[in-house]
């Protein structure tokens, strides 16, 4: 007779003390402020708590609902971009020799061109547009995305290929059930650093250009010298990029690798 496995509650205990350990982290993180801010007594350190109304007031008006979406749907625009086409091109480059050769130099020069140098061509070439915004981003993690792809095209284990192409299983099976499952790990790596990368520079891109968005609103109160609605914008922009994080990413990751042991 089969002796009922506890795994299942070992495993619901550790996600519940994960859990509990990163509400801690976040409680003790806010209490260090506010004695620190409270023991400074300055206006260019607001306590947690008048970063909290402040960001309830702004959510109550509109204006951090309203430019918060704003400069997400730019940060998915230029993500969606990045990952689609660095994806491709580290694929290709990582596959064939000859084209790895031939645009090395192209991904070297272009991972080490400054992110402002960037936006500010694509602002005086193409004006100031969304469309200009976007692809300046996306052209600054473009290269680090196809670094990151090329690498696991090389990693690719060649008797998976021998075995799809033994079987005939034809290039798109092929792609979707051998090379990409292969590939995931690179993928959501440089999902992870491309997000990490994308918004950061959006929001210069906002703060340079654009008359809207978390940037623009940061730029338009730092010149007011109004710490505490620069960091309600911050916590509140950093807060949903984390929930994209466990929310989207992580389920993702654990969907894509339930083939691995």
Request: aromatic share 10%; with cysteine; net charge positive.
């Amino acid at each position: 007779m089969s002796v009922p496995s506890d795994a299942p509650r070992v495993s619901s205990w550790l996600v519940g003390s994960s859990l509990a350990q990163r509400i801690a982290s976040v409680a003790l993180f806010i209490v260090v402020w506010q004695v620190t801010a409270d023991a400074l007594h300055s206006r260019l350190l607001p306590s947690a708590t008048a970063v909290l109304i402040a960001l309830v007031h702004m959510c109550a008006d509109g204006s951090l609902p309203l430019n918060l979406g704003i400069t997400l749907a730019r940060v998915v625009a230029a993500f969606v971009v990045a990952m689609v086409v660095g994806t491709a091109i580290g694929i290709v480059m990582g596959r064939s020799r000859t084209l790895d050769v031939l645009f090395d130099s192209w991904l070297v020069l272009l991972l080490n061109l400054p992110a402002l140098v960037i936006i500010v061509l694509a602002y005086v070439w193409f004006g100031l547009t969304e469309a200009a915004a976007i692809g300046a981003v996306a052209v600054n993690k473009i290269p680090a995305v196809a670094v990151t792809l090329r690498e696991g095209a090389r990693a690719l284990e060649r008797n998976y290929a021998d075995m799809a192409q033994s079987f005939r299983i034809g290039r798109w099976r092929t792609l979707r059930h051998v090379i990409m499952p292969q590939l995931y790990p690179y993928i959501f790596a440089a999902a992870r650093s491309g997000l990490a990368l994308v918004w950061k520079i959006v929001l210069i891109v906002e703060l340079l250009g654009m008359s809207n968005g978390v940037g623009f609103e940061i730029q338009l109160y730092f010149q007011q010298f109004d710490v505490t609605r620069i960091l309600a914008y911050t916590i509140a922009f950093v807060a949903v990029i984390q929930l994209i994080e466990w929310a989207i990413f992580q389920p993702l990751e654990r969907r894509a690798a339930r083939w691995r042991p």
